[in-house]
């Protein structure tokens, strides 16, 4: 079946970096696109927003404005692996961040894996 385990959330301080990582199994991962959302606080479990993608091959990337110049995704396919690189945080980061993947029609997430950018 399909996993995805989040891991790399802590606390830190405006202006630091956090490095996210998702680890996948139960599918070819390097066949697949991936995502990061993330879920702010006060928000409804369904309120993902999306944060990035990286495509299959990780040649094409995108990111939500609110990130871009900020953020970096990517992947390595021998270790199945994804990557968040998050530099110059901002208070507003603050969430719980999710990999994705749309596998055979299906929407899965990680557990998560809790931002906290607070002095």
């Known amino acids: 079946q399909v996993q995805l385990v989040e891991s790399g959330g802590a606390l830190v301080q405006p202006g630091g970096s956090l490095r996210l990582s998702c680890v996948a199994s139960?599918?070819?991962?390097?066949?697949?696109?991936m995502k990061w959302y993330r879920q702010a606080p006060g928000r409804e479990r369904g309120e993902r927003v999306f944060v990035a993608r990286i495509s299959a091959s990780g040649r094409t990337i995108d990111y939500a404005d609110s990130v871009k110049g900020r953020f970096t995704i990517s992947r390595d396919n021998a270790k199945n692996t994804l990557n968040l690189q998050m530099n110059s945080l901002k208070p507003e980061d603050t969430a719980v961040y999710s990999c994705?993947?749309?596998?055979?029609?299906?929407?899965?997430w990680g557990q998560g894996t809790q931002v906290t950018v607070s002095s």
């Open positions: 139960g599918f070819t991962f390097s066949d697949y696109p």
């Open positions: 994705h993947i749309l596998y055979r029609g299906n929407n899965y």
